[in-house]
């Protein structure tokens, strides 16, 4: 159902004689697309409230420029084996937002089986972003998503703030692949005070340039992450900057992973005032041997110009403080580098000359 409000001098009675997209605020609370394909076209703001997404089904949502989206409300998808994505959202200059009381209740428990993306149930990547230009989304909360919770990809000026993906149920219901942001194909992307609870990869950073992730809280999953890189049309990662960002009782801390026997380049990378705590298998992980179980590093996605200054924090006993193991890497500066409390070492292989950088 859609209604219309109208605000200025015009009358209601006149709604009919104006195009709607001049003064109209579109409300839909059932699921119908001949209604969301309406508002797309008549309305600049346009509140979802509380549908229901049928099963196999796109919320799809190719917005006007300078729409106002808001979800209301608690939104849901029906169970269906299938790719997806659930919720893809394109347009330029748009803002997406969270009413106070939403929440997009993605129910992942129905398809976990703790296979994630390894087999078992066909799982669908819950939101993506795409074609985004110049855009905002903001104060947007995902719960338990059934794959990979956002994707941005193939988009431009991009900031995404004040985002919460809660995915802790899968710890116990066997969630996995529960990657928080990923970013693709993406550039002049800003991610700011990002919350992820999950299974795997709090924030991947794919491919793309210009990308900054400042005030992360990332908890119980595989770090932040740049990688993996190689392997798909488009392989570079450039200027990126994480900074101000916790990790806590995740599987790694600081990540890259770049895919064995690949090509592509990671340049100017930089982690600064990283804390972490408690982490399971690997404080910083550097590696070059991405889904190889040869034991060799490759060096065809060099990562250069990678700098690391102030990560702190502890491994548990049973991990790995810092592992390096890469090939072709150049230009590194590492500095007030100090995790602790791992008792496993493994060989590093492939630091660079005159980094000053050791593995312990």
């Known amino acids: 159902m859609r209604s219309f409000i109208v605000t200025g001098s015009l009358l209601l009675g006149l709604l009919t004689a104006v195009h709607p997209s001049l003064a109209a605020t579109c409300t839909i609370s059932t699921y119908n697309v001949n209604d969301i394909k309406d508002a797309e076209k008549d309305c600049k703001e346009i509140t979802l409230n509380g549908i229901s997404v049928p099963a196999g089904e796109t919320l799809n949502l190719n917005l006007n420029q300078g729409t106002k989206l808001t979800f209301q409300g608690t939104l849901t998808w029906g169970f269906y084996e299938w790719d997806g994505p659930l919720l893809n959202i394109s347009g330029t200059d748009v803002e997406i937002s969270g009413a106070m009381d939403h929440v997009l209740d993605v129910r992942g428990n129905l398809w976990w089986d703790g296979k994630g993306g390894n087999g078992g149930k066909i799982k669908p990547i819950f939101f993506v972003a795409h074609g985004l230009r110049n855009s905002v989304i ?127 380049s990671v340049t100017n990378v930089t ?23 040869a034991g060799v590093p490759t060096g065809g996605v060099p990562i250069k110009e990678f700098t690391l200054k102030n990560v702190t924090g502890n491994v548990k006993e049973s991990g790995v403080n810092i592992y390096v193991f890469v090939k072709n890497a150049t230009d590194w500066n590492w500095t007030e580098v100090e995790v602790t409390g791992g008792k496993k070492i493994k060989e590093c292989d492939g630091i660079p000359e005159d980094s000053g950088i050791t593995c312990y």
């Open 138 to 264: 903001r104060n947007i909360t995902v719960k338990n998503p059934s794959n990979h919770a956002i994707w941005i990809e193939n988009s431009d000026g991009v900031i995404a703030r004040d985002i919460y993906v809660d995915s802790r149920a899968g710890d116990t219901l066997g969630g996995h692949n529960t990657d928080g942001i990923n970013v693709w194909t993406s550039n002049n992307v800003t991610i700011l005070r990002l919350t992820v609870y999950n299974q795997d990869d709090c924030v991947a950073i794919k491919s793309g340039t210009n990308i900054v992730i400042k005030d992360s809280y990332c908890s119980g999953g595989h770090g932040l992450s740049i990688g993996s890189v190689g392997g798909r049309d488009y392989n570079i990662v450039e200027n990126v900057l994480i900074t101000n960002s916790q990790i806590l009782n995740s599987d790694n801390g600081v990540r890259i992973k770049t895919v064995y026997g690949a090509t592509g």
């Open 271 to 293: 982690y600064e005032d990283i804390t972490l705590k408690e982490i399971n298998n690997y404080g910083i992980i550097i590696h070059g041997d991405y889904g190889s179980h």
